[in-house]
C-alpha cells in the first residue's frame, strides 16, 4: 500500500466497504499450502492481512504467523470477531498485536524493516501484489526482497483477468507481470491454474468474465 493510497485504504475499512474481505479460509490454501512440507514453528508473512482468516488456518497447522496491516479498524476486527484477546505494544512505528501464534503489526508496509520481522521463512501473499496500482507492485516486491531472507520462499495466490484474444496458453501460464516482478530474486512454478466465468458485481447486467486463478510458488534466491 503506497502512502498516497493509504486514505483511501483506511477510509475503506471505517466505512465497512469491504467486500474483498474472504469469510473463509481461501480453499487454494488450504489444498495446496500442505504440498510446501513446512514443518511447525516456521514462520509465516503475511502482507497487507487485513483480517483474514487464512492466518487463523495457518496458526492451527502449528505455524507462527506474522502479518501487517494498514488498518487499526481491520486489526481490531479480526481479534474481536475470531474472540481472541490480544496484547498490544509499541514496536517502532506500529503498534505489535499479539495473541498466541499470530501476531499484526499495524502501520505501512513500506515502514517494515527486517528487525520488525525476524526470521521469516515463507510468505503467504492472498492478492496482496494483485490488490496494488500497477506502478506500486514492483516497488512491493523490491521491498519484500529487503526485508526477508534472500531464501525465503513464496506462496503467492493471484486472479488475473483472461482477456478474450489472448492465446491459451498464455493465459494457463505465467503471468508476464509476474514473472518481470519476481524472476530476479525468485524461481517461479506455476502450480495450478483454475479457469472462472464471473459476473462483475459492478455491472450486473453484463456476461460474466474469465479470470484465472493460479497458485504459484516462488523459491528464493540469493543474488549474483
Request: with cysteine; aromatic share 10%.
Amino acid at each position: 500500500m503506497s502512502s498516497r493510497d493509504n486514505p483511501l485504504w483506511l477510509q475503506l475499512w471505517r466505512d465497512r466497504r469491504t467486500d474483498f474481505h474472504q469469510k473463509s479460509v481461501n480453499h487454494y490454501l488450504a489444498r495446496f499450502w500442505p504440498d510446501l512440507a513446512r514443518p511447525q514453528g516456521s514462520r509465516v508473512f503475511v502482507p497487507l492481512c487485513g483480517k483474514s482468516l487464512d492466518m487463523i488456518w495457518l496458526a492451527e497447522q502449528g505455524h507462527h504467523v506474522i502479518g501487517v496491516e494498514l488498518s487499526p479498524v481491520a486489526v481490531r476486527a479480526f481479534f474481536r470477531e475470531n474472540r481472541l484477546q490480544p496484547s498490544r505494544r509499541r514496536l517502532g512505528d506500529f503498534t505489535l498485536w499479539e495473541h498466541g501464534r499470530i501476531a499484526i503489526l499495524c502501520g505501512d508496509y513500506f515502514a517494515l524493516d527486517k528487525a520488525d520481522l525476524g526470521q521469516i521463512d515463507t510468505v503467504y501473499d492472498r492478492a496482496a501484489l494483485t490488490a496494488l496500482p500497477e506502478d506500486i507492485r514492483r516497488l512491493y516486491v523490491a521491498h519484500l526482497r529487503r526485508i526477508v531472507p534472500a531464501n525465503a520462499g513464496v506462496f503467492l495466490l493471484t486472479i488475473e483477468d483472461a482477456e478474450e484474444d489472448l492465446p491459451l496458453e498464455q493465459a494457463l501460464g505465467v503471468d508476464e507481470e509476474l514473472s518481470a516482478l519476481y524472476s530476479e530474486g525468485f524461481e517461479i512454478s506455476l502450480e495450478h491454474v483454475e479457469s472462472v466465468f464471473e459476473a462483475d458485481p459492478q455491472a450486473p447486467k453484463q456476461p460474466p468474465k474469465r479470470a484465472e486463478y493460479k497458485v504459484y510458488r516462488l523459491s528464493g534466491r540469493a543474488a549474483g
